[in-house]
């Protein structure tokens, strides 16, 4: 089987840096998605890695090391519309064609 | 393009009663998908398709029936509602989903039903 694990809640302040992880136990996936949701909105495609290294979109970026079987999502200069859930997700290479979704992380930007 | 359409937006059923989700996309995707989203959970799969006519069981598809006649729209039908069914429904497409292997085709989503049953 598969399993994503993520820290539930993470809290910083109003232009820091702040490393969101997501460690996995899977035989074997395509790459590892990244997905924000605002309270009460629908979940918003962030980033992909399909090989390891650091994938950088603007304030965020993303890594994967399948070594390590972990990945993170680095958000920079927070900025308050930054708090949302963020997820998770890897495509299983067996088992049918599915994205597994990791619980998420909240994430509290303080002023 | 209005993306993913879901309906409707807010359902109160009592137990036993039988209804369906309607999602509607208009991006050509081949791939569409249900998850249902509970406090701390995360998204859970329930149902997903590859193309029109072919379906298959997501991680807890008990409960939930679903059907893909045209590439536009996957309905979610649950049989005979229970509390337990109590959640946020959502449904996403993709151009290809995990069909690409490597390549990314991201999951677009639409603003989900909220459904309690009582």
């Known amino acids: 089987g598969q399993s994503l694990e993520q820290p539930s809640e993470v809290t910083a302040v109003e232009g820091a840096i702040v490393q969101i992880n997501c460690t996995y136990q899977t035989s074997g996936f395509y790459g590892l998605s990244w997905y924000q949701q605002h309270d009460g909105g629908a979940p918003t495609f962030l980033s992909y890695n399909a090989l390891d290294g650091l994938e950088e979109t603007g304030r965020f970026s993303s890594f994967l090391s399948r070594s390590d079987s972990y990945g993170y999502l680095l958000l920079q200069e927070l900025q308050m519309k930054d708090s949302a859930s963020y997820f998770c997700?890897?495509?299983?290479?067996?088992?049918?064609?599915?994205?597994?979704f990791g619980a998420g992380t909240r994430l509290f930007v303080k002023a | 393009n209005a993306g993913v359409t879901q309906t409707p937006k807010f359902q109160v059923l009592k137990t036993g009663q039988s209804m369906t989700l309607q999602c509607a996309q208009d991006?050509?995707?081949?791939?569409m998908s249900w998850y249902r989203q509970d406090p701390g959970m995360g998204l859970r799969l329930i149902h997903y398709?590859?193309?029109?006519?072919?379906?298959d069981q997501g991680e807890v598809p008990n409960g939930y029936n679903v059907s893909r006649s045209t590439t536009e729209d996957f309905p979610l039908r649950l049989l005979s509602a229970a509390p337990s069914q109590t959640s946020v429904y959502f449904c996403?497409?993709?151009?290809?989903?995990?069909?690409?292997?490597?390549?990314?085709?991201?999951?677009?989503f639409g603003n989900g039903t909220r459904l309690t049953v009582t």
């Open positions: 997700a890897v495509s299983p290479r067996t088992g049918g064609f599915k994205t597994i």
């Open positions: 996403a497409s993709s151009y290809s989903g995990p069909l690409q292997g490597p390549y990314n085709s991201p999951l677009h």
């Open positions: 398709s590859v193309g029109a006519g072919i379906t």
């Open positions: 991006m050509n995707h081949e791939y």
